[in-house]
């Protein structure tokens, strides 16, 4: 069975700094497109980075030049790095995976919650 496990997730102080990772049992790791996801209490979870299986990050607006995502994929990992947090940063962040040939596999992680408060 595919696991996706996040880690990395807590309570810090806005201005502070995470490091989420990602663990997964993906066979073929290399050939899918991951990205990290959050969900804000009451909103709909929204996508925050996203990294193909080429390796070209893509990012939301609202955390372009605070967050970076990278992979391992050797290691089987992703990884989202975030500064400067925010407040409105605080939410649960989930790993997601999609197969970059056969979209409809896709798998979701059980997600990890920060928190960004003073």
């Known amino acids: 069975q595919v696991q996706l496990v996040e880690s990395g997730g807590g309570l810090v102080q806005p201005g502070g700094s995470l490091r989420l990772s990602c663990a997964n049992s993906?066979?073929?790791?290399?050939?899918?497109?991951m990205a990290w996801y959050r969900q804000a209490p009451g909103k709909q979870r929204e996508l925050v980075a996203d990294?193909?299986?080429?390796?070209?990050?893509n990012y939301a607006e609202s955390v372009k030049g605070r967050f970076t995502i990278s992979r391992n994929n050797a290691e089987h990992m992703v990884w989202l790095e975030m500064n400067s947090l925010k407040p409105e940063d605080t939410a649960d962040y989930y790993c997601?995976?999609?197969?970059?040939?056969?979209?409809?596999?896709?798998?979701w992680g059980q997600g990890t919650q920060v928190t960004v408060a003073s």
């Open positions: 997601y995976a999609q197969h970059s040939y056969l979209a409809q596999i896709t798998y």
């Open positions: 993906l066979v073929n790791f290399e050939k899918y497109d």
């Open positions: 990294i193909p299986r080429s390796g070209r990050a």
